[in-house]
């Protein structure tokens, strides 16, 4: 790993990332909710509720395309004020892609097996852990004879859309840039497992969040492939959305 200038606290380096993937954020929640407020967003019913789901990914990846813009201004005001030109390749090898699908199996395996054991421990000192609460309406009008489509939308979401562009965001640039600066290990998960579960808006379930962005960083790391977390998190979703149509 290429080693942070002295003049920029390490620290202060990888909170910066945060920093730069909430403005990120922000900005496509800004563009967002302008769209809905000129009406040509959807607000109102199952449709309004499935349009959601989509559009969090949506500006999700808006989130991304800001993040890079922001952090290539950055990296050239470091490099005139310390002459170190970033590198931000991923500081880990990669793996064979027989070895990445393996880490796949792994991943989702300890993903929904942690979940549930932290679910239990929970629920042992009486905090129960519900999935958000959009999703879980939408799911029961579907199940109650609802439209077909806000379910789809929420499918590609769930399946796709999210563990695509979560990913990228949150493992492709938060982990990536604090894990390539010299910043430590702790540092990288946590501050990129933090921001992605905070994210979500679940307070109770603050905890699973934090530990599904642990493991979809490490599927990350163990690979070097970024494709490799994100279909972690997709096996993790399908689980979770398949125990609420059918569980």
């Known amino acids: 790993m ?20 909430i403005a990120g954020l922000l900005v496509g929640s800004v563009v967002f909710l302008v769209l809905q407020v000129l ?8 449709l309004g509720l499935g349009v959601g789901m989509a559009a969090g990914p949506a500006i999700t990846l808006g989130a991304v395309a ?3 813009k922001l952090g290539a201004l950055v990296d050239a005001t470091e490099q005139a004020r ?23 199996v792994l991943g989702i395996a300890g993903a929904i097996g942690g979940s549930f054991v932290l679910g239990v421990g929970l629920e042992a000192i009486g905090v129960s852990v519900e999935e958000q609460g959009a999703i879980v309406e939408l799911v029961d009008g579907f199940k109650s004879g609802g439209e077909r489509l806000p379910m789809i939308l929420l499918v590609v979401s769930a399946l796709a859309l999210a563990p695509m562009a979560e990913e990228l965001l949150f493992r492709g640039l938060v982990f990536r840039r604090i894990a390539s600066r010299g910043n430590s290990w702790p540092e990288a998960y946590a501050l990129s497992a933090a921001v992605f579960a905070a994210i979500h808006t679940n307070p109770v379930g603050f905890l699973v969040y934090l530990w599904l962005g642990v493991v979809f960083a490490e599927s990350y790391r163990r690979s070097g492939r970024l494709w490799v977390a994100m279909l972690v998190h997709a096996g993790n979703n399908a689980f979770a959305l398949s125990l609420l149509v059918w569980g």
């Open 2 to 21: 290429s080693e942070v200038p002295s003049s920029r606290p390490r620290l202060s380096s990888a909170l910066l990332e945060v920093g730069l993937a």
């Open 39 to 46: 009406g040509l967003i959807p607000t109102e019913g199952a």
């Open 66 to 68: 800001v993040y890079r």
């Open 82 to 104: 310390f002459g170190e030109q970033a590198e931000w390749a991923a500081p880990f090898a990669r793996a064979s892609l027989a070895g990445s699908l393996g880490i796949v």
